[in-house]
Nanobody
Framework: QVQLVESGGGLVQAGGSLRLSCAAS????????MAWYRQAPGKQRELVAD???????KYTDSVKGRFTISRDNAKNTVYLQMNSLKPEDTAVYYC?????????????WGQGTQVTVSS
């Protein structure tokens, strides 16, 4: 069984930076995509960014140029570097490890970490 542990959230002023980390325990050899989602109060969970085993990345438009997703395969860890943070980035951020070919079986979530950006 894969378990994901997130860290790095907190309170930051607008314009500041945070780096989120998500470390996996257990075998993730079948995982092909690592991602970060977020959910703000009263809103649906949305994809922020993802990265494939091949290093291809994708970002939601609102974070392009400000956030960077990366991975360290040796550490089974995915990161989200968040720069130029805005109050609208405030949300609970969740990491997700999955294999799109087996979504019912290979789809794991972290517990979430709060990011609060003050104006």
């Amino acid at each position: 069984q894969v378990q994901l542990v997130e860290s790095g959230g907190g309170l930051v002023q607008a314009g500041g930076s945070l780096r989120l980390s998500c470390a996996a325990s257990g075998s993730i050899s079948s995982i092909t995509v690592m991602a970060w989602y977020r959910q703000a109060p009263g809103k649906q969970r949305e994809l922020v960014a993802d990265i494939t085993n091949g290093g291809r990345t994708k970002y939601t438009d609102s974070v392009k140029g400000r956030f960077t997703i990366s991975r360290d395969n040796a550490k089974n860890t995915v990161y989200l570097q968040m720069n130029s943070l805005k109050p609208e980035d405030t949300a609970v951020y969740y990491c997700n490890f999955r294999n799109p070919l087996a979504p019912q079986i290979l789809n794991y979530w972290g517990q979430g970490t709060q990011v609060t950006v003050s104006s």
